[in-house]
């Protein structure tokens, strides 16, 4: 089945380190995504990684995937207040007709304190 | 320009009566996307259609029915609305069904509804 989890919230000091976590439950994911919600927008995809991948990194994002434990990061080097969002996981699983279907975590609140 | 529009941004409107949102995306893309997102920001879809045709259909009341009139819109219309329909409801689309790194979801801005 499809359920992707990750903490509600997540509150950190401007300059720190920010890691969101994700769990998921389906182990055919193809692709895992990371999106940003900022108030009052849309989503907006901030990185991805293929499922055979282990890590990647995207200037101050380091995406980290444990496919054996289906556990999923993301870090955020040097914290801005402009980082503060929502940001959701996703995992995208091709299905037996064909087509990728995407299912979205539940969602971390991260709060920037200057 | 804007990749995936929506209209309107905000709806308000009485229990049981019939709205319709819509949506257009000028990217050139196959797939298009319907979503709700909750009070509690969970979000889940509810439709997607490709080359105007119903791919998913997750489980909507049949009060909810999409409608493309071409590759560039996908409206969404509501019958006899419900406090429960209270919601962000975001429009997406994506270049065809085989979503990957460079294939990926562009969303619209959300159309946020409050059924009152």
């Known amino acids: 089945g499809e359920d992707v989890e990750q903490s509600l919230f997540l509150s950190v000091r401007e300059g720190d380190s920010s890691v969101i976590n994700c769990t998921y439950t389906?182990?055919?994911?193809?692709?895992l995504y990371w999106y940003k919600q900022e108030p009052g927008a849309g989503l907006q995809l901030l990185t991805y990684?293929?499922?055979?991948?282990d890590m990647k990194q995207d200037q101050r994002l380091t995406v980290l995937l444990n496919k054996k434990d289906k556990h999923l990061s993301l870090r955020i080097a040097d914290t801005q207040t402009g980082d503060s969002a929502i940001y959701f996981c996703?995992?995208?699983?091709?299905?037996?007709?064909?087509?990728?279907?995407?299912?979205f975590g539940t969602g971390t609140k991260l709060q920037v304190i200057p | 320009d804007t990749a995936v529009s929506q209209t309107p941004k905000y709806l308000v409107t009485q229990m049981g009566n019939d709205k319709s949102i819509k949506c257009e995306q000028n990217l050139g893309h196959d797939t298009m996307y319907w979503y709700k997102q909750d009070s509690k920001k969970f979000l889940k879809i509810m439709f997607s259609y490709n080359n105007k045709e119903l791919i998913i259909n997750e489980t909507v009341p049949n009060r909810f029915s999409p409608k493309s009139p071409d590759k560039a819109h996908l409206n969404l219309h509501i019958n006899s609305l419900e406090l429960g329909d209270s919601a962000v409801y975001f429009c997406a689309s994506s270049q065809d069904l085989l979503l990957g790194p460079s294939k990926t979801q562009y969303f619209g801005p959300g159309t946020r509804l409050l059924v009152l």
């Open positions: 990684i293929f499922s055979n991948m």
């Open positions: 389906d182990s055919s994911s193809t692709y």
């Open positions: 996703a995992e995208s699983i091709l299905n037996s007709g064909g087509y990728q279907k995407v299912t």
